[in-house]
């Protein structure tokens, strides 16, 4: 769907870097520009890593300085929007470049007689939130908040004659009849919800004598924290309980020191380095107190709160129970409200049930993550591929899909073998959550974590469900692929068989110990579907009913192989692959297995 939404069409990868300098005949000006100012932030980080990441994020959009602990202090602060180009920055730069210019021009009396000095102001607020959004890469949420400006600014000079409401859905209009695929990005309505959010409190009849509008930011942030804190449940099952006295320190001291003092520095860049060099190490200074400022904040003990999925009825609850809280003065009112936020925070018991087990093969491109979960256990098999860009599987889709499944635990991990496409996101999840027990090949060690092996004819039972490794035996000399833990689960005859990246030497030495043992209905294919693998022999023997391929989409490997899927048909197995498929879900009651694939269950039109 972000494909989709973004219009790209293909993915590839880098293989091989070569430094490049723009120059003026084959870049554009703004990029150009964009260069230098990155070269001049990078002098900084000796001096203020921490300030360098967020001024490079901040000034030209490249987040690629930022680490994974700036990453958890900004998400744990509820601030990530700090560094996310869109509304608040191009309403602070709009802000700015619209009072200094009114300031100026209404220095000029004669100028006043012509054209009103708020219309001059008008037309530099815009020009240069434009140059901003240019230097910030164009975005779609930049585009979106420079819309938005623009809305807000007609509203200015036609003296008031339409409701900001109507100005807001006029801009939502522009937005959506310029780019239709915005209305799949959650930003996109976060953003419209908070802007209604704002208005909601500026409109209000709660603190408007005089004396109270200088409390105002602290209202408009008090509005959003609780107006946000359902929706933002309900998109991404969780929230920062710090956020409100976070941003309302972080967002004054953004856009009265920070931000001013970057911007003065960008402007006179051209002109000498002296004085934009002192600028910009005023402002490196102001962004280094505010980023510890930020940790101190994020470190707060259950300062951040994850949930279980939030459906619909929740998201309902909390809304009106957030609308009574905002708007309501009787102060039983205002307590009775707070109540309507407790399912929010209410984690509704699983359906398994002792034997039941749920077993689920996550879609994490070219690699293997599986979910395996029984009437009070959870266990992660692999933990899919790390990414060249420096982010991998298990912070990208399989900690949040424990978030969204409300798991802060694991009873175990297994990882089949050190390959990286089932061992990259392991670190990332060991370090955000507990594991009680960790299982690999014997082969490796992932950092301080330590690994015990799994042996062949080693088992144990959760809840009433059997899960036995089927190799590697402790005597054999395997290395790599074919030392890949295998994993059966379930009963003798209705299980599920893991087989990691086995190769046919390894399936002939498991047949030849468990030719019997390794029968089951439904099969995780070794291997992905390699040709080394999925031998005639180790198909009939196990006689799956269903095989699964955990496969990326389009990948370099051209798996699984065609021929290796024919084999598996032939010998009656319907196959599904998760490049096609999304995740694939199992489970297991009653005696019987039910098989689900995300793209049955959310399927939408691009699929079709």
Not at 15 to 34: A, D, G, I, M, V
Not at 220 to 249: D, E, H, K, T
Not at 303 to 308: F, K, L, N, R
Request: net charge positive; with cysteine; hydrophobic share 45%.
């Amino acid at each position: 769907a972000w494909l989709f939404k973004e219009k790209i069409t293909a993915t590839g990868y880098i293989s091989e870097l070569y430094s490049h300098s723009p120059s003026s005949k084959n870049s554009s000006l703004f990029n150009t520009y964009r260069f230098h100012i990155r070269n001049n932030i990078e002098r900084y980080q000796h001096s203020y890593r921490n300030a360098t990441a967020l001024s490079n994020a901040l000034l030209i959009g490249d987040r690629s300085m930022l680490s994974e602990r700036h990453k958890e202090v900004l998400y744990n602060s509820g601030t990530t929007h700090l560094i996310a180009i869109s509304g608040l920055h191009i309403g602070l730069i709009g802000a700015i470049g619209f009072f200094i210019a009114r300031w100026i021009w209404s220095v000029n009396y004669k100028g006043l007689n012509f054209i009103p000095a708020k219309t001059v102001a008008s037309v530099f607020s815009f020009l240069g939130a434009f140059i901003y959004s240019e230097l910030a890469g164009f975005s779609v949420p930049t585009q979106r908040a420079l819309i938005m400006l623009a809305m807000a600014l007609l509203h200015i000079n036609l003296k008031n004659q339409s409701s900001k409401s109507s100005l807001l859905a006029i801009a939502m209009i522009v937005i959506i009849t310029i780019n239709p695929l915005s209305v799949l990005s959650a930003g996109f309505w976060l953003s419209f919800f908070a802007v209604s959010i704002i208005l909601l409190a500026i409109n209000s009849n709660i603190m408007q004598s005089r004396g109270d509008r200088y409390f105002m930011p602290i209202k408009i942030q008090y509005f959003i924290f609780i107006g946000m804190l359902p929706v933002s449940f309900y998109i991404f099952n969780q929230y920062s309980l710090v956020a409100f006295i976070a941003n309302i320190v972080a967002i004054p001291w953004l856009g009265t020191v920070s931000l001013p003092a970057f911007i003065i520095a960008l402007i006179s860049l051209p002109f000498g380095t002296y004085f934009s060099d002192q600028l910009f190490e005023l402002a490196m200074v102001t962004l280094d107190i505010l980023w510890k400022f930020l940790e101190l904040i994020s470190d707060i003990r259950h300062g951040h709160v994850i949930t279980q999925q939030v459906n619909m009825f929740k998201l309902f609850i909390a809304s009106f129970g957030a609308v009574i809280l905002l708007l309501s003065k009787r102060l039983s009112l205002k307590i009775v409200s707070l109540l309507l936020f407790l399912p929010l925070f209410y984690n509704i018991s699983g359906e398994l049930e002792n034997g039941d087990f749920l077993i689920s093969i996550l879609d994490v491109g070219q690699g293997t993550a599986v979910f395996v979960q029984t009437e009070k256990h959870v266990l992660l098999y692999d933990s899919g591929p790390a990414f060249y860009s420096g982010t991998n599987a298990g912070n990208l889709i399989i900690l949040p899909f424990f978030r969204n499944l409300g798991i802060n635990k694991l009873d175990a991990m297994i990882i089949s073998h050190g390959d990286n496409d089932h061992i990259g996101g392991a670190k990332d999840i060991l370090r955000e959550m507990q594991v009680s027990k960790k299982i690999g090949n014997g082969q490796f060690n992932i950092d301080e974590f330590q690994f015990e092996p799994c042996i062949s004819g080693q088992s144990w039972v959760w809840d009433g469900v059997k899960f036995e490794f089927l190799h590697p035996d402790k005597h054999n000399n395997f290395m790599g692929n074919n030392a890949s833990c295998v994993l059966k689960i379930g009963s003798e005859e209705q299980s599920v068989l893991l087989a990691g990246d086995i190769e046919y030497k390894a399936e002939d030495v498991i047949l030849d110990k468990n030719d019997t043992k390794i029968r089951s209905k439904i099969l995780l294919a070794p291997h992905h579907g390699s040709k080394t693998s999925s031998s005639s022999r180790f198909i009939r023997a196990i006689t799956p009913e269903n095989v699964i391929f955990s496969t990326g989409y389009l990948n370099r490997f051209n798996l699984p192989n065609k021929d290796i899927i024919e084999r598996y048909m032939m010998n009656g197995a319907s196959t599904w692959n998760t490049a096609t498929d999304g995740a694939i879900h199992i489970k297991y009651q009653g005696n019987k297995f039910a098989l689900t694939t995300e793209r049955q269950k959310r399927s939408k039109y691009w699929n079709e």
